[in-house]
T-cell receptor
């Protein structure tokens, strides 16, 4: 059963803590992404990775870090430097860009809702 | 800054009517266009993709693209209460490779 999994579903962080959100996919997709969604707003790109051991900053990377050691996994760490981390975090994946079949479609996991206590 | 604009709504339509959702984008050279449906508290689900000018139909959904006007729309025929959700427009910008730029979404409410 192919898909994208994210864990945990809900996460609570105390001030000053780093927390790590998990994202795993078994779709054999090359590219993976992390987005943040705040209430009533669209998705904003945090980081993305098009290949193992390589990743790029998105529009709002400050206070976040990622790694891409395996094709299937793209964990996101929310550090204490992120001053307003309460949000809905979404992981997505897609095939690599290029070719008639590959037009940029991204598929999303179920999300992690992070709350700062 | 490349932008994607949507009316936030809510767009309220009666059951059985046609819902029309609109999206404009600023990057004239954008290549791929998507509509995602997002139920409250859930993640976005891809429902339509369109890449060339004209209409693309899939069941009750029709996507319309007009690159000259930088405009993409989604029509939902025979709207059902289960269609009530937020609809996100997403665009691949020029040089963006896999990147997507999302609009803030339009909330659709279908009432019986």
């Amino acid at each position: 059963d192919g898909g994208i999994t994210q864990s945990p579903k809900y996460l609570f962080r105390k001030e000053g803590q780093n927390v790590t959100l998990s994202c795993e996919q078994n779709l054999n997709h090359d590219a993976m992404y992390w987005y943040r969604q705040d209430p009533g707003q669209g998705l904003r790109l945090i980081y993305y990775s098009q290949i193992v051991n390589d990743f790029q900053k998105g529009d709002i990377a400050e206070g976040y870090s990622v790694s891409r050691e395996k094709k299937e996994s793209f964990p996101l760490t929310v550090t204490s430097a992120q001053k307003n981390p309460t949000a809905f975090y979404l992981c997505a994946s897609s095939m690599a860009w290029g070719g008639a079949q590959l037009r940029g479609e991204q598929f999303f996991g179920p999300g992690t809702r992070l709350t700062v206590l | 800054q490349k932008e994607v604009e949507q009316n936030s709504g809510p767009l309220s339509v009666p059951e059985g009517a046609i819902a029309s959702l609109n999206c404009t984008y600023s990057d004239r050279v954008s290549q791929s266009f998507f509509w995602y449906r997002q139920y409250s508290g859930k993640s976005p689900e891809l429902i339509m993709s369109i890449y060339s000018n004209g209409d693309k139909e899939d069941g009750r959904f029709t996507a319309q693209l007009n690159k000259a006007s930088q405009y993409v729309s989604l029509l939902i025929r025979d709207s059902q209460p289960s269609d009530s959700a937020t609809y996100l427009c997403a665009v691949v910008p020029s040089g963006g490779y896999n990147k997507l730029i999302f609009g803030a979404g339009t909330r659709l409410a279908v009432h019986p």
